[in-house]
């Protein structure tokens, strides 16, 4: 009698051979997909060809799998890819895909949770240095893919009075991440995009950055520690006078007074790093 089976529960199956890491027979006896299609029905849901019997013809989409998944990542984490090698990245993808198989129609964010099990996966080498070089690249698809907003016009600022600056809060354009890093994930990033570059070597060396997107173009600004403590709290709502003064403060005798951080808050401005303005009095609330 053949076996009845609506497509919802094909589909299942299909999904559960096709993700699982071991050999087809191992997939197609786990216990997910017998709760599906027990082995001994697989003729009544996919005929042999030719030349291929039915579970010759699964193992195809199977062995693709984990291809596909490794192309997809490598596109994502490039940067990655390259530092673990063929080999240690390939291995690191399966693991990864195993933990996280792809349960959607796109693969857009599939890496979304590479820093995290970076950080947790056991016998990778140079876990801290893999695990910026994961959040800086996770940061740059994040970034990528972000919704437009249009940043704050050179117009929109120059209406604003002066003595209303120190009130304002700043909200930043939807595409913008900043980033506290604990090794030169940025450096071997620019490293492996040109040639000539050395790469850096995978050790302690603290840095800070802002990851960008501006004219369809993902943007990397390394920043200072007091530019980034600055632009932290700018970017978490912080009014800017009092941000300011608090900056100046941190720092005294360092050369980031008043006149330092107003022009890194003019420079942020010019390169489109916000996208509006509150705690303006109504009068000056245009934006």
Known sequence: MALEAPLSRVQRWMQEVVVHPGSIDEALASKAARAEVPPERLGDVVLPSRTLAPAQRVEIYQRMYLLRMEEALGIDYPALARFLGPRGFRDLVRDYVASFPSRS????????????????????????????????????????????????????????????????????????????LRYPANAYVQSIRGRGHRHPRPRRQDGWLAVYRRNYSVRRLELSLPAYRLLSELVAGAPLGPAVAAAARRRPGSGAGPTQLYRWFRAWMAKGLFMGLEGLEPSTNRL
């Open 105 to 180: 129609y796109t693969l857009n964010r599939l890496g979304d949770h590479l820093p995290a099990f970076v950080l947790a996966a056991g016998g990778l080498r140079h876990r801290g240095f893999c695990h910026d070089l994961a959040r800086l690249e996770l940061a740059m698809t994040e970034v990528f893919d972000e919704t437009e907003t249009p940043s704050l016009s050179a117009e929109a600022v120059a209406a604003v009075p002066a003595e209303a600056w120190a009130a304002a809060r700043l909200r930043p354009i939807a595409a913008f991440r900043l980033l506290a």
